[in-house]
């Protein structure tokens, strides 16, 4: 369940860059008050299934004419490009957003925030983290301007996804103040991705003590909200930093019962398969590990951003399976 962390496929992986940003404004932290928000369009989207979110989007064009409702056009149309940079259709994501920004024509708006920050994680999806960084700084900076938390708060996490881990680390301590500090409860819900996300950047640090008290923390927060799936990938990321901090009995039966939650389900996740083998290994039971090794092997494989992403977790699996590794994945 890695594949939720803010991160989401290959995350941290920022670029050198000449005009490299120092670390978030201050004032942007001492921002305690609650702000007037728009958050349009967001309670549609399926982030599972961007292409039946893009068809829901179509779909509502009609009811924000360009020619009456031209921001809102815009808006929409800026999620619509979303949902066709997660299906790497980056090209054609540009090209909406090019007519999005002929409609906004320069008007500081929530629309135009909303442009940049799409501007910017389709740079990011495509690997361009340079480009990607100057969109959402300036998306940062506009949404503050406008008084929008919920949208400042997502380019500060976006700006710590390509960022180096000292200076996300510091963005992503911003974006948790304004999430916590705010009374608006969009923007309180971001919490639970931005404890996950300060989570990993200490346990890519190996600083897991800390990592742990904040995926700990998220637990509390997402059993709170009450949804199963954010609950589980939030047990997960516990679970795999107590196997990094040593406590692998404990962490093996925390992965046991998400197993068995996942079994009644009648679902599989080959992430949990994964850290089961990992910890039957470190507890010297091969033959578990190796079960569980090729099932998550099985799993994983499936995901050709993973296969792209994260060789060397593939590897690692083959050798728990007692197969050869450096062989291609088909």
Same mark, same amino acid.
């Given at each position: ?12 992986? !920022? ?60 808006? $929409? ?24 920004? +002929? ?18 994680? +389709? ?77 990993? +950047? ?6 897991? !003590? ?93 995901? !050709?951003?993973?296969?792209? !992403?994260?060789?060397?977790? $593939? ?16």
């Amino acid at each position: 369940m890695r594949v939720f962390s803010v991160w989401i496929i290959c995350l941290l992986a !920022a670029g050198g860059c000449a005009s490299r940003t120092a670390a978030p404004p201050v004032e942007a932290a001492r921002a305690d008050a609650a702000t007037q928000e728009e958050v349009r369009f967001d309670e549609l989207w399926d982030y599972d299934d961007p292409a039946k979110t893009e068809t829901v989007f179509n779909a509502l064009l009609p009811d924000f004419p360009a020619d009456k409702l031209p921001l809102e056009h815009a808006e $929409l149309l800026t999620q619509i490009a979303r949902t066709q940079s997660l299906q790497q259709k980056f090209k054609e994501a540009h090209a909406l957003l090019d007519e999005a920004e +002929t409609l906004i024509g320069g008007k500081d708006s929530v629309a135009l925030v909303r442009l940049w920050l799409e501007r910017g994680r +389709t740079h990011n999806s495509a690997g361009e983290k340079d480009a990607a960084r100057l969109f959402f700084l300036k998306a940062y900076r506009l949404a503050l301007a406008l008084d929008v938390r919920f949208h400042a708060i997502d380019a500060a996490h976006m700006m710590a996804i390509v960022e180096t881990p000292d200076l996300a680390l510091e963005w992503n301590l911003v974006a948790l103040h304004m999430a916590e500090s705010s009374a608006s409860p969009p923007s309180r819900r971001w919490q639970g991705s931005l404890l996950n996300n300060l989570g990993w +950047t200490y346990f890519d640090k190996q600083q897991y !003590a800390d990592a742990l008290a904040l995926f700990e923390k998220a637990l509390v927060f997402r059993e709170e909200q009450g949804k199963p799936e954010p609950v589980r990938v939030a047990r997960w990321s516990v679970a795999r930093t107590l196997r990094a901090l040593g406590r692998v009995p404990e962490a093996l039966a925390m992965q046991k019962q998400l197993a068995e939650e996942l079994e009644r389900l009648h679902e599989t996740d080959g992430f949990v398969f994964e850290e089961l083998a990992e910890c039957h290994a470190a507890l010297g039971d091969a033959k578990q590990a190796r079960d569980y090794a090729a099932r998550a092997y099985g799993e994983l494989g499936k995901l !050709a951003w993973f296969v792209q !992403a994260e060789p060397e977790r $593939l590897e690692r699996l083959k050798a728990l399976m007692g197969e050869p590794q450096n062989s291609k994945h088909e």
